[in-house]
Structures are given as structure tokens and as C-alpha cells.
């Protein structure tokens, strides 16, 4: 705490600050210290700031965009307490660095990585391996239902996760929407790009809804018979939807409940665990 001119006290808000480098985009979150509590009070609370993973080129580039953002919400002096990375894309991973170091003076910095002590039984020799979004995501799905769930998140790919027990018993990774959508535009002659909307038809008569129908509606409801096969080996299993194209999926996917911000109450979890 500081005093201005006046003799007025000026208090010092600290925030934490979460990262998601993703391969597309990249999700700052934005946490002041004393919302800190559970996942409710983090989707409440937390505020996100989002640009182009490949806009990220100098510790500038973050600096420029972050700092006027956290000021224009918080709207009085701030300090950075703890940051958090969870990124899927190494080469940025010494921009963000580079950034902490020059710009934040924060107390506390780590990166998301699969590892023991997390509370997760890995069952596998390549946990470490494994993407950091997943791990945000399984333990972020761990606040919310603490065990056996199935994470489906929708982003530039599309990732199940299966936790049974606090044991990873697996999962897949498969081309997501846009991925599929592009694809088919960049490799063909005359394929249209499309909006990524469900059609919600068994077959359709028209180009962009046929798109639509192989790009989503198949790939979803590919997804829902292995969901359904799912719960019948393990009972009461929760299914989680999350990442950026989740609320489309939603309209198909069978679910028990969407968190948009599962990785930010994830990594939030990590820190607390590897503070302790």
C-alpha cells in the first residue's frame, strides 16, 4: 500500500494472471488474489483477454495489449502475484518468459506440465508427454466433480479425456471443426469455406450444408457413441464440454454440463497444489 500527494491511502490490488497458449489462440485470464476461492468464484470473476497465438512475436506484443486491459478492469494500481502458463506451443513458451521477467515482477511463475503429486494415478510411462491444456483440464474438472469424468474440449483439435478413479485411464486427439472445414477448402478446387454450425440432418441436398454435416455433425455424433458406450462401462461418468466451439457442440453432444473456462480452474488447482 501506497499514499498519494494527498496523504490518501492507494491500495494495491494483486491479480493473477493465467496463460493459454493455444495453437490458434492465446487466453489470458485475469483473477484478482482475494477471488482466489473455487471454480464458481473463478467463472464468476475471472476476465479474459484474447488474440492471435501468431500476433505473439516480442514480450512487447503481450505487454502492450495486457497491461492497458488488466488496468481498464481492475482501475487502480495492480501488482501481479502468480502466473501460470499453460502452452501448447514451444515456441512462443520464451516470449512468455521473456515478458514475466521484464514486465511483471511477479512473486510466482510456473508452466502446466503432467507430473506426480497432481493427485492423478497417470497409468502410463508417457504422462509427461501429454499436452498441458489436458492436464489444466482434467484438474480443473477435478474441482468441479472431483472424479470420474469424461473431458471433451473443442478447440483447433478435439481431446477426450478419461479419469476414472483419479487414474487417467486415456483418451484421443482428433482434427477439430475449423480444422476439417479448412482443409477441405485448402485441398479442393471448388469446396467452399463454411460457417461451423451444426446442420442437424441425417443428409443434406445443398454444398455448404453437406460441409457442415461431414465437418460437425458426423464428427459429433462419432463422439456420441463413444459417449454412450462410455457410460455404459462406467456408471454415473459425467461428461464435460469445454473449449472454444463447445456451445456448438452442445447442440449435439450428449452432457451433463459446458465450463468454458475449465483450463483457468485448472491451472488455478495446479498452483495451489504445487505451492503447498
Known sequence: MIKDK?????????????????????????LQSNQNKDYQSIEKH??????????????????S?????????????????NIVVSSVVPQINFVIEKFVHKYTECNYFCWVEARDGLGIDWQT??????????????????????????????GTAI??????????????????????????????????MVEIEPTLKLVDNTTIGQIKLGTIDIICRGINSIITELKQTYKDIKI???????TIAQKIIINDIIIPKLQFIGMNYYLKLIKK
Open 46 to 63: 475471472l476476465e479474459e483477454l484474447r488474440f492471435s497465438t501468431k500476433n505473439i512475436e516480442t514480450p512487447e506484443d503481450i505487454y
Open 6 to 30: 494527498n496523504n490518501w491511502c492507494i491500495i494495491t490490488i494483486y491479480v493473477d494472471i493465467y496463460v493459454d497458449v493455444g495453437n490458434t489462440h492465446t487466453v489470458f485470464g485475469i
Open 125 to 154: 510411462d508417457e504422462y509427461k508427454q501429454m499436452g498441458a491444456d489436458r492436464v489444466a483440464d482434467i484438474l480443473g474438472a477435478i474441482c468441479v466433480y472431483n472424479d470420474n469424468f469424461v473431458i471433451i474440449d473443442f
Open 240 to 246: 464435460i464440454l469445454t473449449g472454444g466451439f463447445s
Open 159 to 192: 481431446t477426450i479425456d478419461v479419469i476414472v478413479d483419479r487414474k487417467y485411464v486415456g483418451g484421443s486427439i482428433s482434427p477439430g471443426f475449423m480444422l476439417l472445414i479448412k482443409s477441405l477448402f485448402q485441398e479442393t478446387a471448388k469446396l467452399p
Open 65 to 81: 495489449r495486457l497491461f492497458p486491459f488488466i488496468n481498464n478492469n481492475i482501475q487502480r494500481k495492480f501488482k501481479v502475484d
